[in-house]
């Protein structure tokens, strides 16, 4: 079954940019398009990309993503960290009749 | 503006049944595909089922085949999640999530089922 890896933790400052990442287990990852969501404590989550690089309104452009497929991974940037960035964030893809989330990633911005 | 709100939750022993709903406004139910996807105490995403807009399409993750059946009426705009044979790993927080094409655009704010003796 395919599956999604991600870092459990990512720390970085206010203002800085830190970088997630999403592995795929297997075939390629840039054959099915990868969404990355945020969830809040207590919240449902929300899309900050979708098909692998594409913002939704609202989202700021401090959020971006990107895919390496000589990794087979994607990447989520958030750039000029705020505190209120600090989530849960989710990368997510598609595989034969299956919607795969990766397994999370704490983001601290301290 | 779109709105998904779950019920049915609670509190239901192993081996037992629950039936979740969710109710969808603000949109045109019948045009999208529709899933349940959850989420256990302190844990990540699980995508549970998903059923397409003119229901000849369901899938079913893994770990709920064979015991669990998604359902939607479109004339009621609501979409179902009858839940059998329930075991403690089932225990979590139910979001019902709408699916345009690629990624979850809106959820509801999740129902809790807790199965425990």
């Known amino acids: 079954n395919f599956m999604l890896t991600q870092p459990h933790s990512v720390s970085e400052s206010p203002g800085k940019t830190v970088t997630i990442s999403c592995t795929g287990s297997?075939?390629?990852?840039?054959?099915?398009?990868v969404q990355w969501y945020q969830q809040r404590p207590g919240s449902a989550p929300t899309t900050v990309i979708y098909?692998?690089?594409?913002?939704p309104s609202g989202v700021p452009d401090r959020f971006s993503g990107s895919i390496d497929s000589s990794s087979n991974s994607a990447s989520l940037t958030i750039s000029g960290l705020k505190t209120e960035d600090e989530a849960d964030y989710y990368c997510q893809s598609y595989d034969s009749g299956n919607w795969v989330f990766g397994g999370g990633t704490k983001l601290t911005v301290l | 503006e779109v709105q998904l709100v779950e019920s049915g939750g609670g509190l239901v022993q192993p081996g037992g049944s629950l039936r979740l709903s969710c109710a969808a406004s603000g949109f045109t139910f019948s045009s999208y595909g529709m899933n349940w996807v959850r989420q256990a105490p302190g844990k990540g995403l699980e995508w549970v089922s998903y059923?397409?807009?003119?229901?000849?399409?369901?899938y079913y993750a893994d770990s709920v085949k064979g015991r669990f059946t998604i359902s939607r009426d479109n004339a009621k705009n609501s979409l179902y999640l009858q839940m059998n044979s329930l075991r403690a790993d089932d225990t979590a927080v139910y979001y019902c999530a709408r699916l345009p094409t690629t990624d979850f655009d809106y959820w509801g704010q999740g129902t809790l089922v807790t199965v425990s003796s």
């Open positions: 297997s075939g390629s990852i840039a054959s099915n398009y």
């Open positions: 059923i397409g807009s003119r229901i000849t399409t369901i």
């Open positions: 098909d692998d690089n594409q913002r």
